[in-house]
């Protein structure tokens, strides 16, 4: 006789390593974030809007623009997690990654109440805080129309784009 519960218990394990193995080499080897912007929106849809920017940017610089949040949120789904983690709408998950495979920014409205991104940017040799692409992110977020940047608040606010 099969133990159900104890078989659905290996398998949200085995999930959960899984996704923590990605995250740790999306990240190389979990390196904090060298800046976090919070990109707070005034209107609904402009995340996606942002997701473009992101898009064209990473194409301008001939890097690699990967989306995952659909199945992000499925696996979280899928192993139980917190809700408040896991987004209520569209879920929203990419990185950057230049030439040598280097994990340039990842994207994120997981632990958001709404639209609202983390954007966490990684410095590299030849990609530091004042590089042509750290530069081309910032101010292209900067300019877009009903956009508030929060950096202050990178670490210590939970609340940083004002959520309830």
């Known amino acids: 006789m099969i133990d159900r519960p104890l078989e659905a218990r290996r398998i949200a394990a085995l999930i959960a390593l899984l996704m923590g193995i990605l995250a740790l080499q999306a990240c190389e080897g979990s390196k904090r974030a060298d800046q976090t912007l919070y ?11 942002a997701m473009g920017l992101l898009r064209g940017i990473s194409d ?45 920014l990842i994207a994120s409205n997981f632990g958001s109440v709404g639209e609202d991104l983390r954007v966490s940017l990684f ?5 530091g805080k004042d590089s042509a692409f750290h530069r081309a992110v910032v101010t292209g977020l900067e300019t877009m129309e009903g956009v508030q940047l929060n950096r202050s608040a990178a670490e210590t606010d939970a609340n940083p784009c004002g959520e309830n």
Not at 74 to 97: C, F, R
Not at 123 to 127: C, D, T
């Open 123 to 127: 410095y590299h040799k030849n990609e």
């Open 39 to 49: 990109v707070c929106f005034d209107r609904s849809g402009e995340a996606d809007r």
């Open 60 to 104: 301008r610089f001939g890097y690699r623009f990967r989306e995952y949040g659909g199945q992000a949120k499925a696996d979280l789904e899928t192993i139980d997690a917190n809700p408040a983690v896991i987004p209520e709408g569209k879920p929203i998950q990419a990185d950057i990654q230049n030439g040598d495979g280097k994990v340039l």
